[in-house]
């Protein structure tokens, strides 16, 4: 069969026939595209900061009681010292966190909390106190961390405290 005498297709036809691969190229390729946007830049959009107040790179002064929210994390005020009956050494009891974010669109709203808390003299560290969730807190939940003392020897001559959440 030559070409001359195949069927011929009516112009509408051919036209419609051919845009719908051209339209589905197009979709595919603008997804692909958003999605690329959103991956590279989730952490801008979605996540903590990781220079917030309270945040390794910009602990946060507090006193002793005194409660302060960290990425969406509210540390209730309340909390005091109190001597760990198994290490013999001050901790902190009753510092209770509730998780502010909501149920996350990408990125679950459930976090895990650590926390440290330095006692310094000077520019020294002197005392340190880490506290956890334990497990990861559900958003909207209040939870009373679990506190230890960790690594130094108690020593009251302290003349501020730091508070840094890890995760």
């Known amino acids: 069969m030559r070409v001359s005498e195949m069927p011929r297709m009516p112009r509408a036809q051919a036209r ?7 339209r589905i190229t197009a979709a595919v390729y603008a997804l692909v595209i958003v ?6 830049w989730q952490d801008l959009i979605f996540s903590d900061r990781q220079n917030a107040v309270g945040t390794h790179t910009n602990p946060s002064a507090l006193e002793v009681g005194e409660g302060l929210t960290v990425n969406k994390m509210k540390y209730h005020e309340g909390w005091s010292l ?21 149920p996350g669109l990408l990125m679950p709203g459930d976090r895990e909390v650590l926390v440290d808390i ?3 003299r000077g520019d020294t560290v002197v005392y340190e106190v880490l506290c956890s ?16 003392p960790y690594l130094y020897d108690w020593t009251e001559d302290f003349d501020r405290i730091e508070f840094v959440q890890s995760s």
Do not use: M
């Open 16 to 22: 419609t026939a051919l845009r719908w691969p051209v």
């Open 133 to 148: 969730s334990g497990g990861e807190i559900a958003p909207g939940q209040t939870v009373t961390l679990d506190c230890g």
């Open 35 to 40: 999605l690329g946007f959103v991956w590279f």
């Open 118 to 120: 330095f006692f310094y």
């Open 82 to 102: 109190a001597e760990d009956p198994d290490q013999g050494k001050p901790t902190i009891v009753d510092l209770e966190v509730t998780n502010q974010h909501g």
